[in-house]
């Protein structure tokens, strides 16, 4: 329905920045909530942010509270994901997905009907 691709992904050293984002084709965001999901070896899926279709209101697990921000350009048709002062347990593969009712989650990943193919961050000094 809605297809999701991922980019900005790359090796960054500790304390660092990147900048993910999440380009959608097929179906307009603005109606969707978007999440941003990453795993590591060995480890589960976990939610890391999501920001919500109608009002935009944004949410952040407590691990990257104060150096990851979320946002929507729904011009672009693309949510991004900002990442400052970057840690090595940040490093995983960063996926994003939309939620067709619009209200997102961090740990109701059934609740995400799209997801796409990922993209690697590895933070390394």
């Known amino acids: 329905q809605v297809q999701l691709v991922e980019s900005g992904g790359g090796l960054v050293q500790p304390g660092g920045s990147l900048r993910l984002s999440c380009a959608a084709s097929g179906v307009s965001l603005d109606r969707y909530a978007i999440g941003w999901f990453r795993q590591a070896p060995g480890k589960e899926r976990e939610g890391v942010s999501y920001?919500?279709?109608?009002?935009?209101?944004?949410h952040y697990a407590d691990s990257v509270k104060g150096r990851f921000t979320i946002s929507r350009d729904n011009a672009k048709n693309t949510v991004y994901l900002q990442m400052n002062a970057l840690k090595l347990e940040d490093s995983a593969i960063y996926y994003c997905?939309?939620?067709?009712?619009?209200?997102?989650?961090?740990?109701?990943?059934?609740?995400?009907?799209?997801w796409g193919q990922g993209t690697q961050v590895t933070v390394s000094s």
């Open positions: 997905a939309a939620d067709p009712h619009g209200l997102g989650g961090l740990t109701d990943r059934d609740e995400y009907t799209d």
């Open positions: 920001v919500t279709s109608e009002e935009g209101s944004t």
